[in-house]
């Protein structure tokens, strides 16, 4: 049997949100069919929906995620440089989203003073490398996606073959020094840089496009200076929410939308509330 | 002349100065820039990273006028 007739074979009609009657199938039937002809996983997930079969992991997605776009998106690979706070979120994020290729850097294993705000970060957890319980923990949500580990800090222009087949970096770390080397690679390779910082209930997002140099606008000459994020702590709210609006940043990327040539920076303040757009 | 005054993070505590209205607001007598602005409230220049005009990146030497905007960051950095 072909793997078009395979995937039919095992497809049902769900009716989804708007009342459509769509064909849909589960993770243990894609699964089947990547056993039985010995193919990797995710290439069936891009079959079944090539054929117009949608993964039920996906179908709540739609319409705000088209079909087409989930395709696009299982097919993409994106860096997400730290994985603590905003990184963590951003992982989980990308992973449920069906982001096919993820590529996560961070050299350090999770501590107490992490349970406030990391993602997978618990007692069982204390003590291991971040990324491998990043991977592992993404492999249990979306076998489809494929993550590499790198326990390694980024803080070097040397390293930008790891980026060589990214379309966009997320850049969620936390020290001056290691964002500027980071956007020194995303200049080199020539890729969008998502950046995101957090500190008490508020927080930045912004697209930095290669050789803009607003990096260094954000973070020259400060690699000493007291950070208010240390001053008012980083709670789980901020992270959260500035991870989301990275998340969305990345898919306007992926999915070309207009809005990825919006690089206006957003502050966003929660206990006020407030956002607001600043030009840079 | 009137500006209002947007103070961001850590610097939001220099909001309760008595300078300020409860709009937010700041008045000047006369001519002013951005630094009269952040030293008439007493924030240290060295707390400051970024300086924006009705939403634009300005400096601390840039020329305030009635009703403009200003927004002042410190660094922030966490992930």
């Keep these: 049997m072909s793997i078009e007739q395979l995937?039919?074979?095992r497809a049902r009609i769900k009716t989804d949100g708007q009342g459509k009657d769509r064909q849909v199938i589960g993770d243990k039937e894609l699964s089947d069919v990547a056993e039985i002809l010995n193919?990797?996983?995710?290439?069936?997930?891009?079959?079944?929906?090539?054929?117009?079969?949608?993964?039920?992991?996906y179908l709540r997605n739609m319409p705000s995620i088209t079909l087409k776009d989930q395709?696009?998106?299982?097919t993409a690979c994106v860096a997400v440089v730290g994985s603590g706070g905003l990184g963590g979120h951003i992982i989980e994020g990308l992973c449920r989203l069906g982001v096919g290729v993820l590529h996560i850097f961070d050299p350090d294993s999770f501590d107490e003073t992490n349970l406030n705000r990391q993602v997978f970060s618990a007692q069982n957890t204390l003590g291991k490398p971040k990324v491998e319980v990043m991977q592992e923990c993404c492999?249990?949500?979306?076998?489809?996606?494929?993550?590499?580990?790198?326990?390694i800090a980024v803080n070097d222009e040397n390293q930008s073959d790891l980026f060589a087949d990214a379309q966009v970096i997320a850049d969620a770390l936390d020290t001056p020094g290691d964002r500027l080397a980071l956007a020194g690679i995303a200049d080199k390779c020539r890729l969008p840089l998502v950046h995101g910082?957090?500190?008490?209930?508020?927080?930045?997002?912004?697209?930095?496009h290669?050789?803009?140099?607003?990096?260094?606008?954000?973070y020259g000459g400060q690699k000493e200076a007291v950070s208010a994020e240390h001053l008012l702590g980083t709670p789980v709210l901020s992270p959260a929410l500035v991870a989301s609006f990275q998340i969305m940043a990345v898919l306007n990327i992926l999915l070309g939308k207009n809005q990825s040539k919006d690089s206006r920076m957003i502050y966003v303040d929660m206990q006020k509330p407030s956002l607001d757009l600043f030009e840079l | 002349m009137k500006i209002e005054?947007?103070?961001?993070?850590?610097?939001?505590?220099?909001a309760s100065h008595g300078d300020i209205d409860s709009d937010g607001c700041l008045e000047f007598d006369g001519p002013a820039t951005i630094r009269d602005a952040v030293q008439r409230i007493g924030v240290p220049e060295e707390d400051i990273k970024l300086v924006f005009l009705n939403g634009i990146a300005a400096s601390l030497d840039s020329a305030i006028n009635n009703k403009d905007r200003v927004g002042i960051f410190p660094p922030i950095g966490g992930g």
């Design chain 2, 5 to 14: 005054i947007r103070l961001f993070a850590t610097l939001a505590s220099y």
């Design chain 1, 7 to 9: 995937l039919e074979s």
């Design chain 1, 71 to 74: 395709i696009t998106l299982q």
């Design chain 1, 39 to 57: 193919i990797p996983l995710y290439q069936v997930y891009v079959k079944s929906m090539e054929k117009g079969i949608v993964p039920l992991r």
């Design chain 1, 139 to 151: 492999r249990l949500i979306n076998p489809a996606v494929r993550i590499t580990a790198h326990k």
């Design chain 1, 197 to 208: 910082t957090v500190a008490g209930f508020g927080g930045r997002v912004m697209l930095i």
């Design chain 1, 210 to 218: 290669p050789l803009d140099g607003r990096m260094q606008m954000l």
